[in-house]
């Protein structure tokens, strides 16, 4: 067991502890599980028809690094997501929560529409 720790105290000392944790971070983007605990639109009371829930990635969920992405969604008079921007959160987390936020179809509507989504991610559930 002492040699398989001085292996890793070695290696940790040869890359680096920032780039370890920037690896296990960028492996995240591409593995994903679980869901989100709550949703929340502020500015409107135009429901979502369909809703897809992003992907929590495993490493991050694992580290308990969870929290609230904050974007702001344009939705098109027929309901289609026509553009959306990251207003805070982490940016794992943010490009997850985007690239979910972009298939949701809501109830048309008269015009355009900006909304404020909230998701919360929680890594205890």
């Not at 997501?81 to 490009?95: E, F, R, S, T, Y």
């Amino acid at each position: 067991m002492s040699r398989l720790r001085h292996a890793c105290r070695r290696f940790t000392r040869k890359i680096g502890v920032g780039f370890a944790i920037g690896m296990l971070l960028m492996v995240s983007l591409f593995i994903g599980v679980g869901g989100i605990a709550q949703s929340h639109a502020q500015g409107s009371d135009r429901r979502v028809v369909t809703r897809v829930e992003p992907d929590y990635p495993d490493a991050l969920k694992k580290l308990y690094i969870g929290g609230v992405v904050r974007v702001e969604v344009q939705v098109a008079p027929n309901g289609s997501v026509k553009n959306i921007k990251l207003l805070g959160g982490n940016p794992i987390l943010g490009q997850s929560t985007m690239k979910a936020v972009k298939m949701w179809k809501y109830v048309p509507a008269a015009a355009d529409e900006t909304l404020t989504v909230k998701l919360e991610f929680d890594p205890h559930k």
